[in-house]
């Protein structure tokens, strides 16, 4: 997804149609959130007006995020739409404009402005269809806790119950009363 200034300029009469697939798989180390993602399915068509060059894109993919509730996996399906133009003819883009961009380095780079339109596009919360228990429940504990049942709970109390500090066993006596 990068080209030339000179690749873009000789395709500026009919511009040219996109259609190819990016790995965008480092997104999971920039968003802890983002436990796996698909190659993203990048379509779309880019067209010149006078020295600048626009591309009207569509990115499809799906990735693994964890449910709100459970933590449990859920494949989330996308689908983005995005507009992002360069100005080719070398002069400065006034800071203003957040969709007009200057090459760099004399080249058209698409794959930062892919990422970065796939990160907004996060849902803050996404949820995971009611699974059933054979299915891969949440995970139960990690590093420095686990999830606590009732059970657990009333079984912590009969322990605690029965190791009585003996300097505390006539105070223990006074709740039974």
């Not at 020295?51 to 494949?75: K, W």
């Amino acid at each position: 997804m990068r080209w030339s200034i000179q690749q873009l300029f000789a395709k500026n009469e009919t511009g040219f149609d996109i259609d190819d697939s990016v790995d965008v798989s480092d997104l999971t180390e920039r968003d802890r959130e983002i436990r796996d993602i698909s190659s993203v399915r990048v379509t779309g068509h880019a067209a010149f007006t006078g020295e600048t060059i626009t591309f009207h894109l569509r990115l499809e993919g799906s990735m693994i995020l964890p449910c709100s509730r459970t933590l449990a996996d859920v494949n989330f399906p996308f689908d983005v739409q995005m507009l992002e133009s360069f100005r080719l003819d070398g002069n400065p883009v006034d800071e203003e404009e957040i969709q007009l961009h200057e090459p760099e380095n004399g080249y058209v780079d698409l794959l930062p402005y892919i990422k970065e339109n796939i990160l907004v596009e996060l849902p803050i919360q996404v949820f995971a269809e009611d699974t059933g228990e054979d299915e891969a429940p949440a995970p139960q504990f990690g590093k420095n806790w686990e999830v606590i049942t009732e059970d657990n709970v009333k079984e912590k109390k009969e322990e605690d119950k029965s190791e009585v500090d003996p300097r505390m066993a006539d105070l223990a006596k006074y709740f039974d009363k």
